[in-house]
Protein backbone atom coordinates (compact mmCIF):
# COMPACT_ATOMS: atom_id res chain seq x y z
CA UNK A 1 0.00 0.00 0.00
CA UNK A 2 2.82 2.30 1.04
CA UNK A 3 4.42 1.44 -2.22
CA UNK A 4 1.78 2.70 -3.90
CA UNK A 5 1.11 5.69 -2.44
CA UNK A 6 4.65 6.64 -2.74
CA UNK A 7 4.41 5.71 -6.92
CA UNK A 8 0.85 7.83 -7.19
CA UNK A 9 3.07 11.10 -5.26
CA UNK A 10 5.56 10.73 -7.90
CA UNK A 11 3.27 10.23 -10.48
CA UNK A 12 1.33 13.75 -9.58
CA UNK A 13 4.85 15.18 -9.31
CA UNK A 14 6.08 14.17 -12.97
CA UNK A 15 2.19 15.68 -14.12
CA UNK A 16 2.64 18.82 -12.62
CA UNK A 17 6.18 19.11 -13.81
CA UNK A 18 4.83 18.21 -17.41
CA UNK A 19 2.28 20.92 -16.57
CA UNK A 20 4.43 23.63 -16.03
CA UNK A 21 6.50 22.54 -18.62
CA UNK A 22 3.87 23.00 -21.13
CA UNK A 23 2.48 26.11 -19.51
CA UNK A 24 6.60 27.43 -20.06
CA UNK A 25 6.56 26.64 -23.35
CA UNK A 26 3.40 28.05 -24.61
CA UNK A 27 4.40 30.84 -23.27
CA UNK A 28 7.39 31.63 -24.68
CA UNK A 29 6.09 30.29 -27.85
CA UNK A 30 3.40 33.09 -27.58
CA UNK A 31 6.23 35.85 -27.08
CA UNK A 32 8.59 34.52 -29.68
CA UNK A 33 5.07 34.97 -31.69
CA UNK A 34 4.71 38.43 -30.49
CA UNK A 35 8.95 39.66 -31.12
CA UNK A 36 8.58 38.34 -34.92
CA UNK A 37 5.14 40.44 -35.21
CA UNK A 38 6.65 43.46 -33.37
CA UNK A 39 9.98 43.29 -35.67
CA UNK A 40 7.86 43.33 -38.84
CA UNK A 41 6.12 46.38 -37.13
CA UNK A 42 9.28 48.06 -37.08
CA UNK A 43 10.73 47.00 -40.27
CA UNK A 44 8.01 48.00 -42.47
CA UNK A 45 7.55 51.59 -40.04
CA UNK A 46 11.90 52.28 -40.69
CA UNK A 47 11.33 51.11 -44.31
CA UNK A 48 8.07 53.34 -44.73
CA UNK A 49 6.39 50.00 -46.69
CA UNK A 50 2.86 51.40 -46.56
CA UNK A 51 1.89 48.29 -48.01
CA UNK A 52 3.41 45.56 -45.92
CA UNK A 53 2.36 47.84 -42.68
CA UNK A 54 -1.26 47.96 -43.58
CA UNK A 55 -1.44 44.05 -44.49
CA UNK A 56 0.39 43.16 -41.17
CA UNK A 57 -2.25 45.67 -39.80
CA UNK A 58 -5.23 44.11 -41.62
CA UNK A 59 -4.15 40.10 -40.51
CA UNK A 60 -3.68 41.24 -36.63
CA UNK A 61 -7.14 42.92 -36.65
CA UNK A 62 -8.83 39.84 -38.19
CA UNK A 63 -7.18 37.26 -35.58
CA UNK A 64 -9.69 35.54 -33.36
CA UNK A 65 -7.63 35.26 -30.17
CA UNK A 66 -8.04 38.77 -28.84
CA UNK A 67 -6.10 38.92 -26.21
CA UNK A 68 -3.75 41.88 -24.63
CA UNK A 69 -1.12 41.52 -27.25
CA UNK A 70 -2.90 41.62 -29.80
CA UNK A 71 -4.81 44.32 -29.38
CA UNK A 72 -1.62 46.09 -28.47
CA UNK A 73 0.31 45.24 -31.45
CA UNK A 74 -2.71 46.31 -33.67
CA UNK A 75 -2.71 49.65 -32.02
CA UNK A 76 1.17 49.52 -32.53
CA UNK A 77 0.50 49.08 -36.00
CA UNK A 78 -1.69 51.43 -37.16
CA UNK A 79 0.06 53.91 -34.94
CA UNK A 80 2.91 53.82 -37.08
CA UNK A 81 0.30 54.04 -39.85
CA UNK A 82 -0.43 57.25 -38.76
CA UNK A 83 3.09 58.29 -38.41
CA UNK A 84 3.53 57.30 -41.84
CA UNK A 85 0.41 58.90 -43.39
CA UNK A 86 1.67 62.21 -41.97
CA UNK A 87 5.01 62.24 -43.48
CA UNK A 88 4.44 60.98 -47.48
CA UNK A 89 2.95 64.14 -49.52
CA UNK A 90 -0.18 61.61 -50.15
CA UNK A 91 -1.22 61.20 -46.53
CA UNK A 92 -4.65 63.01 -46.06
CA UNK A 93 -5.68 64.14 -42.64
CA UNK A 94 -8.92 61.96 -42.48
CA UNK A 95 -6.62 58.72 -43.53
CA UNK A 96 -4.43 59.91 -40.54
CA UNK A 97 -7.58 59.90 -38.60
CA UNK A 98 -8.87 56.55 -39.89
CA UNK A 99 -5.52 54.82 -38.71
CA UNK A 100 -5.45 56.48 -34.67
CA UNK A 101 -9.04 55.65 -34.65
CA UNK A 102 -8.01 51.98 -35.36
CA UNK A 103 -5.32 52.41 -33.49
CA UNK A 104 -7.21 53.66 -29.98
CA UNK A 105 -9.95 50.80 -30.58
CA UNK A 106 -7.03 48.49 -30.36
CA UNK A 107 -5.72 49.46 -27.35
CA UNK A 108 -9.24 50.05 -25.39
CA UNK A 109 -9.85 46.18 -26.19
CA UNK A 110 -6.34 45.39 -24.99
CA UNK A 111 -6.32 47.88 -21.93
CA UNK A 112 -10.06 45.93 -20.86
CA UNK A 113 -7.73 42.68 -20.63
CA UNK A 114 -4.76 44.46 -18.93
CA UNK A 115 -5.92 47.67 -17.31
CA UNK A 116 -2.36 48.27 -15.85
CA UNK A 117 -0.55 47.68 -19.19
CA UNK A 118 1.56 50.92 -19.15
CA UNK A 119 3.36 50.38 -22.59
CA UNK A 120 -0.73 50.01 -24.33
CA UNK A 121 -1.61 53.09 -21.97
CA UNK A 122 1.08 55.34 -23.90
CA UNK A 123 0.46 54.38 -27.16
CA UNK A 124 -3.24 54.83 -27.09
CA UNK A 125 -2.00 58.36 -25.58
CA UNK A 126 0.17 58.87 -29.12
CA UNK A 127 -2.39 57.52 -31.20
CA UNK A 128 -5.29 60.23 -29.89
CA UNK A 129 -2.61 63.41 -29.59
CA UNK A 130 -1.53 61.84 -33.72
CA UNK A 131 -5.20 62.45 -34.31
CA UNK A 132 -5.98 65.47 -32.12
CA UNK A 133 -2.55 67.15 -33.83
CA UNK A 134 -3.93 65.97 -37.33
CA UNK A 135 -7.39 67.17 -36.91
CA UNK A 136 -8.68 63.98 -36.46
CA UNK A 137 -11.66 65.21 -33.77
CA UNK A 138 -13.46 61.66 -34.19
CA UNK A 139 -10.64 59.99 -32.18
CA UNK A 140 -12.97 57.79 -29.52
CA UNK A 141 -11.72 58.50 -26.16
CA UNK A 142 -14.46 56.67 -24.16
CA UNK A 143 -13.66 58.25 -20.77
CA UNK A 144 -10.11 59.02 -21.17
CA UNK A 145 -8.16 61.50 -22.69
CA UNK A 146 -4.19 61.05 -23.91
CA UNK A 147 -3.00 63.40 -21.23
CA UNK A 148 -4.49 61.01 -18.85
CA UNK A 149 -3.60 57.84 -20.38
CA UNK A 150 0.24 59.08 -20.42
CA UNK A 151 0.26 59.98 -16.33
CA UNK A 152 -1.49 56.79 -16.12
CA UNK A 153 1.42 55.41 -17.41
CA UNK A 154 4.25 56.97 -16.24
CA UNK A 155 2.47 56.57 -12.89
CA UNK A 156 2.90 52.47 -13.08
CA UNK A 157 6.22 52.35 -14.92
CA UNK A 158 7.73 55.74 -14.73
CA UNK A 159 11.21 53.92 -15.96
CA UNK A 160 9.57 52.12 -18.89
CA UNK A 161 11.80 53.35 -21.76
CA UNK A 162 8.76 53.66 -24.00
CA UNK A 163 6.57 55.24 -21.71
CA UNK A 164 9.29 57.82 -21.18
CA UNK A 165 9.78 58.16 -25.12
CA UNK A 166 6.23 58.93 -25.20
CA UNK A 167 6.16 61.37 -22.65
CA UNK A 168 8.88 62.89 -24.32
CA UNK A 169 7.20 63.11 -27.64
CA UNK A 170 4.15 64.38 -25.91
CA UNK A 171 6.21 67.86 -25.66
CA UNK A 172 8.33 67.51 -28.75
CA UNK A 173 5.44 67.28 -31.02
CA UNK A 174 2.26 67.49 -29.47
CA UNK A 175 2.96 70.59 -26.71
CA UNK A 176 -0.44 71.89 -28.80
CA UNK A 177 -2.58 69.61 -27.99
CA UNK A 178 -1.52 67.68 -24.85
CA UNK A 179 -0.20 71.07 -22.92
CA UNK A 180 3.29 70.10 -23.37
CA UNK A 181 6.13 72.61 -23.81
CA UNK A 182 9.29 71.90 -26.36
CA UNK A 183 11.80 72.73 -24.25
CA UNK A 184 11.39 69.77 -22.22
CA UNK A 185 11.67 67.76 -24.45
CA UNK A 186 16.00 67.47 -24.68
CA UNK A 187 16.43 66.33 -21.43
CA UNK A 188 13.48 64.25 -21.28
CA UNK A 189 15.11 62.16 -25.11
CA UNK A 190 18.16 62.12 -22.79
CA UNK A 191 16.79 59.92 -20.26
CA UNK A 192 14.52 58.07 -22.81
CA UNK A 193 17.73 57.04 -24.53
CA UNK A 194 19.58 56.19 -20.94
CA UNK A 195 16.58 54.05 -20.01
CA UNK A 196 16.80 52.42 -23.82
CA UNK A 197 20.69 51.07 -22.39
CA UNK A 198 19.80 50.26 -19.44
CA UNK A 199 16.85 47.97 -20.98
CA UNK A 200 19.22 46.88 -23.61
CA UNK A 201 21.75 45.36 -20.88
CA UNK A 202 19.24 43.08 -19.34
CA UNK A 203 17.17 40.24 -20.44
CA UNK A 204 14.95 41.01 -23.86
CA UNK A 205 12.16 42.94 -23.07
CA UNK A 206 8.68 42.49 -24.57
CA UNK A 207 7.27 44.80 -25.86
CA UNK A 208 11.61 45.64 -27.15
CA UNK A 209 11.00 48.76 -29.88
CA UNK A 210 11.94 52.26 -29.30
CA UNK A 211 15.47 52.50 -29.04
CA UNK A 212 16.29 53.56 -32.55
CA UNK A 213 13.73 56.37 -32.43
CA UNK A 214 14.66 57.68 -29.38
CA UNK A 215 18.34 58.08 -30.80
CA UNK A 216 16.60 59.49 -33.64
CA UNK A 217 14.74 62.22 -31.83
CA UNK A 218 17.28 63.05 -29.96
CA UNK A 219 19.45 63.72 -32.86
CA UNK A 220 16.60 65.78 -34.44
CA UNK A 221 16.64 67.88 -31.04
CA UNK A 222 19.87 68.54 -30.78
CA UNK A 223 20.34 69.49 -34.56
CA UNK A 224 17.49 72.08 -33.47
CA UNK A 225 19.47 72.93 -30.29
CA UNK A 226 22.87 73.62 -32.92
CA UNK A 227 24.70 70.71 -31.55
CA UNK A 228 25.42 69.02 -35.09
CA UNK A 229 28.23 66.84 -33.41
CA UNK A 230 25.55 65.52 -30.55
CA UNK A 231 23.14 64.81 -33.41
CA UNK A 232 25.67 63.30 -35.39
CA UNK A 233 26.32 61.16 -32.96
CA UNK A 234 22.86 60.14 -31.89
CA UNK A 235 22.01 59.45 -35.61
CA UNK A 236 24.95 57.13 -35.48
CA UNK A 237 23.40 55.14 -33.17
CA UNK A 238 19.89 55.06 -34.32
CA UNK A 239 21.45 53.52 -37.68
CA UNK A 240 23.50 50.89 -35.73
CA UNK A 241 20.22 49.92 -34.29
CA UNK A 242 18.44 49.97 -37.33
CA UNK A 243 20.33 50.42 -40.46
CA UNK A 244 17.16 50.30 -42.76
CA UNK A 245 15.32 53.47 -40.77
CA UNK A 246 14.82 55.78 -43.46
CA UNK A 247 14.35 58.77 -41.42
CA UNK A 248 17.30 58.55 -39.47
CA UNK A 249 19.71 58.33 -43.05
CA UNK A 250 17.78 60.98 -44.44
CA UNK A 251 18.49 63.02 -41.20
CA UNK A 252 22.13 62.13 -41.77
CA UNK A 253 22.72 62.47 -45.38
CA UNK A 254 21.56 66.40 -44.42
CA UNK A 255 23.37 66.99 -41.64
CA UNK A 256 27.11 65.50 -43.71
CA UNK A 257 25.86 67.66 -46.77
CA UNK A 258 25.89 70.65 -44.28
Same mark, same amino acid.
Not at 69 to 95: D, E, F, I
Not at 172 to 199: I, Q
Given at each position: ????? !???????? !? &? +??????? @???? +????????????????????????????????????????????????????????????????????? +???????????????????????? *?????? *???? !????????????????????????????????????????????? @??????????????????????? &???????????????????????????? *??????????????????????? !??????????
Amino acid at each position: MRSFY !RNLRRLSC !R &T +VLLALLG @ATHA +VCADEAQWRDTEARIQYGYYTQDLRALTNLAGNLAAQESKDAWQGYYAGLANWRLAQLAVLHPGGKAAT +VGQFTERCTRALDAALEQRPDFAD *ALAVRA *ACAA !RGLAGGGLHVPFAGHGPRKDLDKALALAPRNPRVMLIDALADYEF @AAVLDGSKERALPKLRRAVAAFE &TERGGAEALPGWGAAEAYYYLGRDLLEH *ADPVGARDALEHALLLAPEYVQA !RALMAKLTAG
